[in-house]
């Protein structure tokens, strides 16, 4: 079996909702959303996880996630840092914001040696998207391609009822990605509404179109394509040091144009929940409730 690495992006602070969502308990027993994330992890197959976090947030996360799961699977820290630059470049003094999912995916390239699944701290993706994104890492390719992955969720199975949200709606050919645009969806009575977000273009969705939720699967030659990418992007945003974002759905599209990888899209059926806004957090709570009492995960969870 091949040894494969959750990556698990808990840097940024969750603005809307108001605080660390991470360490937010939904389950019955005190259980945060990436303990789900890391018990499916487990029990499909892989075998290390990896957190992204800020360097001021180590001795919470430790103290909490980390002495739950510690002895059920090895755990390092990596920490994402506004002053983690190339060499010849400074973060503006005023700059708070880390430089977003790519530049934080870069910040593991000293630790993961081995294909790797990157995740949100703060979504619940469920069984089986893990699964099938295991599956798929597990596939020998025969391609001189680098060979990468979406899951894609039915958009419909990623909506909240509490307000808009921001998905990656996947424009797809044999089954691979050849766009992705970032839009904000939202449900208004039969239709799905999306707005992208680059031009604001509004155009509707059908329920089982397949979007991004930030679960993607690499190895690790990502890291050296990520190196070299950040340092164009900031050539090209010198005059925007304060506000700009290195993006790995943006550094996706740039290497299928450049025909640097191929990237799947892995369709799931699973139901994504989170906590948006506040008012989410009883639905996410509700669900888990009614997987345990569907036998799909223990009431207390690493018992």
């Given at each position: 079996m091949k040894d494969k690495t959750l990556l698990i992006m808990a840097a940024g602070m969750g603005s809307r909702f108001g605080g660390l969502k991470q360490i937010e308990p939904i389950g019955p027993n005190g259980e945060f959303i990436i303990d789900y994330s890391i018990y499916d992890a487990i029990r499909n197959g892989f075998t290390k996880v990896v957190f992204i976090i800020k360097e001021e947030n180590l001795e919470i996360f430790k103290d909490t996630v980390g002495r739950r799961i510690e002895s059920k699977i090895p755990v390092e820290y990596?920490?994402?840092k506004v002053e983690s630059l190339p060499q010849g470049y400074t973060a503006p003094a005023?700059?708070?914001?880390?430089?977003?999912?790519?530049?934080?995916?870069?910040?593991?390239?000293?630790?993961?040696k081995e294909p790797f699944l990157v995740i949100n701290s703060?979504?619940?993706?469920?069984?089986?998207?893990?699964?099938?994104?295991?599956?798929?890492?597990?596939k020998e390719h025969n391609s001189d391609k680098k060979e990468f992955s979406i899951v894609g969720y039915?958009?419909?199975?990623?909506?909240?009822?509490n307000g808009s949200v921001k998905r990656g709606v996947c424009n797809i050919e044999n089954g691979r990605l050849v766009g992705l645009k970032e839009s904000k969806i939202e449900q208004k009575g039969d239709i799905i509404e999306a707005e992208a977000l680059a031009d604001g273009e509004i155009f509707n969705i059908i329920p089982n179109t397949l979007v991004s939720m930030n679960m993607l699967t690499f190895t690790p030659?990502?890291?050296?394509?990520?190196?070299?990418?950040?340092?164009?992007?900031?050539?090209?945003?010198?005059?925007?040091?304060?506000?700009?974002?290195?993006?790995?759905?943006?550094?996706?599209?740039?290497?299928?144009?450049?025909?640097?990888?191929?990237?799947s899209v892995v369709e799931t059926d699973a139901k994504w929940c989170g906590v948006t806004y506040k008012e989410d957090k009883d639905g996410v709570v509700n669900y888990i409730q009614s997987l345990i009492n569907n036998g799909d995960y223990n009431n207390n969870l690493w018992q």
């Amino acid at each position: 079996m091949k040894d494969k690495t959750l990556l698990i992006m808990a840097a940024g602070m969750g603005s809307r909702f108001g605080g660390l969502k991470q360490i937010e308990p939904i389950g019955p027993n005190g259980e945060f959303i990436i303990d789900y994330s890391i018990y499916d992890a487990i029990r499909n197959g892989f075998t290390k996880v990896v957190f992204i976090i800020k360097e001021e947030n180590l001795e919470i996360f430790k103290d909490t996630v980390g002495r739950r799961i510690e002895s059920k699977i090895p755990v390092e820290y990596v920490f994402q840092k506004v002053e983690s630059l190339p060499q010849g470049y400074t973060a503006p003094a005023d700059r708070i914001k880390p430089w977003g999912t790519g530049h934080a995916i870069l910040s593991a390239k000293d630790v993961v040696k081995e294909p790797f699944l990157v995740i949100n701290s703060d979504d619940f993706y469920g069984n089986d998207a893990f699964k099938v994104a295991s599956e798929f890492m597990s596939k020998e390719h025969n391609s001189d391609k680098k060979e990468f992955s979406i899951v894609g969720y039915k958009v419909i199975n990623t909506l909240t009822e509490n307000g808009s949200v921001k998905r990656g709606v996947c424009n797809i050919e044999n089954g691979r990605l050849v766009g992705l645009k970032e839009s904000k969806i939202e449900q208004k009575g039969d239709i799905i509404e999306a707005e992208a977000l680059a031009d604001g273009e509004i155009f509707n969705i059908i329920p089982n179109t397949l979007v991004s939720m930030n679960m993607l699967t690499f190895t690790p030659d990502l890291f050296s394509y990520l190196d070299s990418k950040f340092i164009s992007f900031l050539e090209e945003n010198k005059n925007n040091m304060d506000k700009c974002e290195y993006l790995i759905p943006d550094v996706l599209a740039m290497g299928v144009k450049e025909g640097y990888c191929n990237v799947s899209v892995v369709e799931t059926d699973a139901k994504w929940c989170g906590v948006t806004y506040k008012e989410d957090k009883d639905g996410v709570v509700n669900y888990i409730q009614s997987l345990i009492n569907n036998g799909d995960y223990n009431n207390n969870l690493w018992q």
